[in-house]
């Protein structure tokens, strides 16, 4: 047992750390504090990842094949944990690089690979993920987008809501359903957000404005060859493609980052003599440095080649509750902050936390998971 | 990094849980609020696996294993300090070893049963043999032996100094998270085992989702205490505030939910729910509690 970072590891970081420090720019927090979903961070990842794949940062953890560097996993989640610190400065694109673009190399024909990945890994790609329906929300496997077989191809026909990144996205990666109920049934399509029928409506929201919306479609029709891996069985597909995402977002490092922001306000302005302030603070800190040893274990595992399990949903309840802790810390102590936004990365860390115990698979299913599939509780 | 236990660490682990195992009989709860497994106490002592820490090969790490693993029985046992803070900190003390943190006329769990008293102030850390007449039995609320000193300043002025005081603390910081995401995680699986089984309004206890989100809400608190206890194994004292601190936290909530779904079973001393959640709310308060820590951690970090 050894939670020491090899030399590599650590070389790695520091690589991640100066090109943070030289390629965010001087307005880096002025643009940050609209967040991670919004329009003014979405524009600003074009230019930042297109750096960072030059810089071989983007998907360092991908094959080398395929425009990586054949990475471990423990270089990935390094990544992450430095790239959501400093406030997420590649906006959506987290997500090509965590697991949409690895699904695509997985599942996808030659085809597929050949006319998406190119420009993921070039960092100009923006993708939407089209999961969540009004009637389909935390059970995802009542979705109801129907694709019907219309000769060579489908016709999509249907709504998504709460999409990020929907309003300034090129592609979509859909779910939508062939056949079936529940899990069967259900297909993945890849498809330009510019084909005919498609509707996108912003949903004004606490997470950032431009951050959330509705997308219709109507009569949307889409060759045969947009589909994802075989019809009507993509629940699988779905389950390794979410399986990083449930530890993917390094959460704790933003917190982490903000609690150290607000300690040094607090400094300057005299409160941090308060016992009570000094005791929150640890307290804080804990919570996000539990957060973290959580995450960091089932890296672990995943590093080891072993299968994903319920401590992926266990890590999860320990992430929301880290960003509430620092969230709180901020309510009770620096109110006026908010006032004037003048605490680096305070906003945007707040607005996420509202979603964090909501946004990929809300804290009630994975205490259920947990419940069930952790600790062996009878089913009901 | 590499979060897995080696290959030593799991063979010495395995001895552990054949003591354990041998030992099971005499635990049974025996109407007495505090107990001591005498029998187990000297079984784990006799075998070696209390001295792991003190060898390169195994280090704290193990002896957080270790602690942790012995503490999810409901055997009371003096396992922490002899197994963190003795190998390395005091190794010419005999053991039991009871911690005195601060005045040194409180009472003390493991007094009664202890061959030495390891003192923990500001000002330092210094150990003292003991002899039985050493020691004033008081009642024992807590589920652990304790008695006060006789004389205490007497056996301060006969204490032999620990060589690093520090290490000394930050050793004891981390037997107090050891101790107390073991005996949580015990309690812990006491109560999931209850309401599998436990049958109410025609369907097991654990069925219903009230249930279920609490006791994985505890199991999640427990698994960081847990995990943190074993980072700060090999790391700064900060890591030993975090640890102690995040564990002592973790008991208001968790003790009271398993007590809750325990229910009126878990109010008799015919059960040994109360060997988990005693020993916890004692350990709650431990070296000044989790304020104290999370103070010192946010000084530490934030200077």
């Known amino acids: 047992m050894n939670f020491e970072w090899t030399e590599r590891d650590k070389a790695f970081r520091a690589e991640v750390v100066d090109f943070l420090a030289r390629e965010l720019p001087p307005d880096w927090a002025a643009i940050a504090r609209h ?39 423990w270089e990935h989640f390094i990544l992450g944990e430095e790239m959501w610190a400093a406030g997420e400065p590649r906006g959506p694109q987290y997500m090509n690089v965590n697991w949409i673009g690895p699904t695509i190399l997985r599942f996808g024909t030659p085809e597929q690979r050949e ?84 509707t996108v409506r912003p949903i004004p929201s606490l997470v950032g404005n431009g ?46 980052r903000a609690l150290a922001a607000m300690v040094e306000r607090l400094k300057a302005d005299g409160s941090w003599r308060d016992d009570i302030v000094r005791h929150r603070a640890g307290q804080a800190l804990a ?51 908010f006032a004037d936004d003048s605490i680096h990365l305070l906003k945007p860390h707040h607005e996420r936390a509202i979603a964090a115990g909501i946004a990929s698979g809300a804290t009630e299913i994975q205490l259920g998971i947990v419940a069930t599939d952790h600790l062996d509780l009878p089913r009901s | 990094m590499l979060l897995d236990q080696t290959e030593d660490q ?87 070893l009871a911690v005195l943190h601060g005045d040194a006329t409180r009472a003390c769990r493991f007094l009664p049963v202890a061959r030495a008293v390891l003192f923990l102030s500001e000002a330092g850390a210094s150990w003292c043999p003991l002899e039985p007449g050493d020691v004033i039995p008081v009642e024992g609320y807590f589920a652990y032996p304790a008695c ?26 981390l037997a107090v998270a050891a101790e107390t995401s073991g005996v ?11 309401v599998s089984d436990r049958r109410q309004f025609g369907r097991p206890l654990g069925t219903f989702q009230a249930l279920q989100h609490r006791l994985a809400a505890c199991s999640t608190k427990i698994a960081a205490a847990r995990w943190l206890a074993l980072k700060a194994a090999a790391g700064t004292v900060s890591e030993a505030r975090m640890a102690a601190g995040y564990a002592q936290d ?19 001393l015919e059960h040994p729910l109360h060997r988990w959640t005693y020993r916890a709310k004692l350990l709650r308060s431990d070296l000044g509690g989790a304020a104290r820590h999370y103070r010192d951690l946010a000084a530490a970090e934030w200077p």
């Open chain 2, 148 to 173: 006060r000193l006789r004389a205490p300043q007497a056996c301060l002025a006969r204490a032999t100094p620990c060589a690093d005081p520090a290490l000394a603390w930050r050793l004891a910081l």
């Open chain 1, 287 to 337: 919570a996000c440095e539990a957060a973290r040893v959580l995450v960091y274990r089932v890296v672990d595992q995943r590093a080891r080649g072993l299968p994903p399990n319920a401590e992926s949903s266990l890590t999860r309840v320990a992430v929301a509750a880290a960003d509430h802790a620092v969230a709180n810390f901020a309510l009770d102590f620096l109110p006026d902050a």
């Open chain 2, 250 to 268: 973790a008991v208001e909530a968790v003790a009271y939910d398993l007590h809750q779904f325990m229910g009126a079973m878990g109010l008799t």
């Open chain 2, 10 to 96: 799991a063979a010495l682990l395995s001895t552990v849980s054949a003591i354990l195992a041998r030992a099971s009989g005499p635990w049974a709860p025996d109407g007495e609020r505090s107990s001591f497994a005498a029998e187990l106490d000297a079984a784990l002592e006799a075998s070696g696996v209390l001295d792991a820490a003190g060898f390169d090969a195994f280090g704290p790490a193990t002896g957080v294993l270790v602690v942790q693993d012995v503490c999810r029985t409901p055997a009371v046992v003096e396992v922490a300090a002899s197994a963190l803070i003795r190998p390395l900190a005091c190794p010419d003390a005999p053991r039991p």
């Open chain 1, 35 to 73: 967040g991670p979903g919004s329009k003014e961070q979405t524009e600003f990842s074009l230019g930042f990842c297109a750096k960072l794949a030059a810089a071989g940062l983007l998907v360092p953890h991908w094959p080398q094949e395929h425009g990586g560097r054949g990475g471990s996993v």
């Open chain 2, 184 to 194: 949580l995680q015990g309690g812990l699986e006491s109560v999931v085992a209850h």
């Open chain 1, 211 to 256: 951050d959330l919306h509705e997308v219709f479609f109507q009569d949307v029709r889409i060759p045969a060859s947009a589909m994802l891996g075989e019809e009507g069985k993509a629940w699988s597909l779905i389950t390794y493609a979410l399986a990083n995402e449930r530890v993917g977002i390094a959460r704790y490092a933003l917190s982490a």
């Open chain 1, 115 to 198: 006319r998406y990945v190119p420009d993921i890994t070039a960092g100009c790609a923006i993708w939407c993920q089209g999961f969540s329906e009004p009637s389909a929300g935390s059970d995802l496997a009542s979705l109801r987008t129907r694709a019907e077989r219309d000769g060579d191809g489908f016709i999509i026909n249907g709504s998504k809501v709460w999409t990020s990144y929907a309003g300034l996205a090129d592609h979509c990666f859909l779910l939508a359903r062939t056949s079936g109920q529940r899990k069967d049934g259900i297909c993945i399509f890849l498809l330009s957000m510019a084909t005919p029928g498609i």
